[in-house]
């Protein structure tokens, strides 16, 4: 399959288990073992209680599109998926919020809403990269 | 116990210009926007550029490479670099340098060969955008700015054609301003009309993206009296900065780092937030200067955007906005944030010709750095009463 996106590039080390979770399918977020908070995206230490002791957890891969925009051009040679694409912001029902594309969908402001129940898709780009992407819900 | 107010009207803007030229530059490098912007403002204080001993500027230049290119030796820099309002936020840390005698003549500048990238080293992404964002598209300003705007319109059922207004309002006021780069008048209808780049944004939405330089020239305000021009008092300043990922943002429709600064700044004016005349506001999009209204307190939650609707904010209204011609219309090089102090200061001298804001005592300056992620306000007053 042709890559049709820029590859994430660095892959940070402090990143490297969410990257390995992707080759598996699963959508790992990173957790505080002290405080509990579930935050987007890995860090050494928590946003929350800066304390430096994280672990992570499988998301549900459920949410909700808290924002979207849909792109009529592409603003990077390295991206080729054909305009128009749904730009997404998705609201992890565990609390984080990431950027993503809405796919399965037809990119239409009209037919597409905030709030809208979401889940992931994985999509594998090569063998060190899958990229979480999301559909509407139930589909 | 230090105290705020103590900083306000303690130095003046003595001198402001832009680059000889704006717009499509392609024969002069970014360096060259700054010595230009530079040697203007500081003929426009009518001061020696040997008197300039404070060098502050943002970007891809550092402090020392503008002193070197000046040919001075500067003997305090800032280089603080947080967005496109860093010029905005450096007139506060100017006033404070000045007041404590760390330097004299403080110069703020700015050159950007935004259009024409001459002399511009290429970007590269940092680990966070570069694993997160542009895997999907994110990238430039628009593909992050549209989120808040859908964000607003889902929250506040805010409209495309409101939005439209904006561009509106500040065309008018760039057809009054000779140094304004698109001057033909422009309709809601044009704007929906435009070439669509990123919805909710058509190309006209969007600021332009030129190549210019501008400049600040502060001192003392004791010595400012001796200056060439009315001096511009500086009586209130804040900045804050909140996110720099937009997923980090708390509430995509309100920014923090705005309310912060704008708090601070107007606290030490003494100021409340509906106490101006004249307003300069970061307009990168048109959806940005309603959500600064809101997030600075002028306007309530979602309502900002009737400045523009109802010409409050237009030629004649009861409260002008964006007298260049903003972002919009006049200029945009992608560091916007020195041109709305020129702006401001020019209007406080009583400057401005056909544009010129009758009447005018207290003007607010409000900047945006990344995607609301900084900010920089400023209160300025064309005399030092408090």
Known sequence: MEIDRPLPNP????????????????????????????????????????????????????????????????????????????????????????????????????????????????????????????????? | MPNLRDLSNVACIVGVDESDEMGTLPNKSQLSLHVEAVTN?????????????????????????????????????????????????????????????????????HGESGRSQVGVSPRRDTAIPGQYETLYGFGPAPTVFGLITVRHMHQYGTTLEQWAQVAVSTRKWAALNPKALRKEPITVEDVLKARPVVWPFTVLNICLVTDAGGAVVLTRADRAKDCAKKPVYVRGLGEGTEHVSLTQMKDLTFSEATRISGDKAFRMAGVGPTDFQHIMLYDAFTSGP???????????????????????????????????????????????????????????????????????????????????????TLVLSNDNAR
């Open chain 1, 11 to 139: 892959m940070t080390p402090e990143a490297k288990p969410y990257w390995e979770g992707l080759k598996a399918q699963k959508l790992m977020l990173p957790k505080c073992n002290a405080c509990g908070h579930v935050f987007w995206y890995p860090r050494v230490a928590c946003p929350k209680c800066q304390t430096r002791d994280i672990g992570w957890v499988q998301s549900k891969g459920r949410g909700t599109l808290h924002s979207f925009e849909i792109g009529h051009q592409s603003f990077n040679k390295a991206f080729k998926v054909p305009v128009p694409y749904v730009l997404a912001m998705v609201e992890l029902a565990e609390g984080p919020r990431m950027l993503s594309n809405l796919i399965n969908i037809e990119p239409d402001p009209k037919k597409i809403k905030c709030d809208m129940p979401v889940e992931v898709v994985f999509q594998k780009l090569t063998d060190d990269v899958t990229l979480p992407l999301f559909q509407p819900a139930g589909r």
């Open chain 2, 41 to 109: 403002a500081v003929r426009d204080a009518g001061l020696k550029m040997s008197d300039v001993d404070g060098i502050f500027t943002a970007g891809q230049h550092s402090p020392a490479t503008i002193g070197e290119a000046l040919g001075i030796t500067p003997r305090y820099v800032d280089g603080t670099t947080v967005g496109g309002c860093s010029f905005i936020i450096m007139v506060g840390h100017a006033v404070a340098a000045l007041h404590h005698g760390l330097c004299d003549v403080a110069v703020i500048s």
């Open chain 2, 290 to 376: 309603p959500i600064m209204l809101e997030s600075l307190g002028i306007a309530k939650r979602g309502e900002g955007v009737r400045y523009f609707e109802e010409g409050r904010s237009t030629p004649g209204g009861s409260l002008p906005i964006n007298t260049n011609g903003g972002g919009l219309s006049y200029t945009h090089t992608g560091m916007y944030g020195i041109f709305p102090i020129i702006e401001a200061a020019r209007q406080l001298r009583g400057e401005c010709g056909a544009r010129q804001v009758p009447n005018l005592k207290t003007s607010l300056v409000n900047g945006m750095g990344g995607m609301l992620s900084a900010a920089g």
